[in-house]
Nanobody, 114 residues
Framework: QVQLVESGGGLVQPGGSLRLSCAASGFTISSYAMNWYRQAAGKERELVATISRGGGSTDYLDSVKGRFTISTDGATNTMYLQMVSLKPEDSAVYYC???????WGQGTQVTVSS
């Protein structure tokens, strides 16, 4: 059974950092392309970062380039999103997803506020 469990969200001040985790079970994460999405209140869900199968290629939403880093760890079967220099507009529920599959986690809330 495929399961994705996000964690690591919280309240952080502008300029702060967080690392989100997406623990996968039921499949090998490095064998699939993976995504991080986010959805802010009242807005549509948007793709924030994506990583290719095996982790050789990544891509980012323009507004997070240079601040967010997506990665996977085969040893722990976990995907990460390292976020630095956080801005209030980064506040949202963040979700991990297996690309091209309707597999989603429950989300983790990130709030950037002073």
């Amino acid at each position: 059974q495929v399961q994705l469990v996000e964690s690591g969200g919280g309240l952080v001040q502008p300029g702060g950092s967080l690392r989100l985790s997406c623990a996968a079970s039921g499949f090998t994460i490095s064998s699939y392309a993976m995504n991080w999405y986010r959805q802010a209140a009242g807005k549509e869900r948007e793709l924030v970062a994506t990583i290719s199968r095996g982790g050789g290629s990544t891509d980012y939403l323009d507004s997070v380039k240079g601040r967010f880093t997506i990665s996977t760890d085969g040893a722990t079967n976990t995907m990460y999103l390292q976020m630095v220099s956080l801005k209030p507009e980064d506040s949202a529920v963040y979700y991990c997803n297996v690309r091209n599959y309707n597999f989603w986690g429950q989300g983790t809330q990130v709030t950037v506020s002073s």
